[in-house]
């Protein structure tokens, strides 16, 4: 039987393998979704969850999550990757104030990397933007001056195209609040 710090050990590897996945693809696999999923509900009947989270409060915290973030996905602002992913967050945290924390700093990083993507979208149609595109190496302008996908315009409905991996944030959100907090944390 697995102990709560190896549990701990590849929760934490599972959060970092969302996030780069996330981060490089803006996607989160529906099997890494079950992988977090199968690890909290074990960790639940074994009783050997990390965070000392009772099942009927991780289940609320996982409902709480998923009911919460599925209005931005009926409203095409966020993939059901990030949807589902929060929902494990929830289950692994239950609904606690972690998890709101989890969410407030997932939502800061999102908000810092859409605001950049505005800036980049503003820079490229300035004549400083033009004069980078001609003189910075092939990789640094593909890098910042990548071809706009929300560009194109057509009467035809588009499929859902992120640009800000929300999961990935969130995951590195959870991963600070574990790594900085965890002697403060329930154990």
Same mark, same amino acid.
């Given at each position: 039987m697995p102990t709560p710090a190896? !549990?701990?050990?590849?929760?934490?590897?599972?959060?970092?393998?969302i996030a780069v996945m996330d981060l490089r693809t803006c996607k989160v696999?529906?099997?890494?979704v079950l992988l977090g999923l199968g690890m909290g509900l074990m960790a639940l009947a074994t009783d050997i969850q990390p965070f000392q989270v009772t099942a009927w409060k991780a289940l609320l915290g996982m409902l709480v999550a998923f009911v919460a973030l599925l209005p931005f996905y009926?409203?095409?602002?966020?993939?059901?990757?990030?949807?589902?992913?929060?929902?494990?967050?929830?289950?692994?945290?239950?609904l606690s104030s972690y998890l709101l924390i989890i969410?407030?700093?997932?939502?800061?990083?999102?908000g810092i990397h859409g605001l950049l993507v505005l800036a980049r979208r503003r !820079?490229?149609?300035t004549p400083v933007g033009s004069w980078l595109q001609a003189h910075l190496p092939l990789r640094a302008t593909t890098v910042l001056f990548a071809p706009d996908h929300h560009a194109?315009?057509?009467?035809?409905?588009?499929?859902i195209e992120r640009s800000?991996?929300?999961?990935?944030?969130m995951a590195l959100a959870a991963i600070w609040l574990v790594l900085a907090f965890e002697p403060a944390l329930p154990n």
């Open positions: 190896f !549990l701990m050990s590849t929760w934490l590897l599972w959060l970092i393998a696999r529906n099997w890494m009926a409203l095409r602002w966020m993939g059901a990757g990030d949807v589902k992913f929060a929902a494990v967050i929830g289950l692994w945290f239950g969410w407030i700093g997932g939502s800061l990083l999102a !820079l490229q149609m194109a315009s057509s009467s035809a409905p588009r499929p800000i991996p929300y999961a990935g944030y």
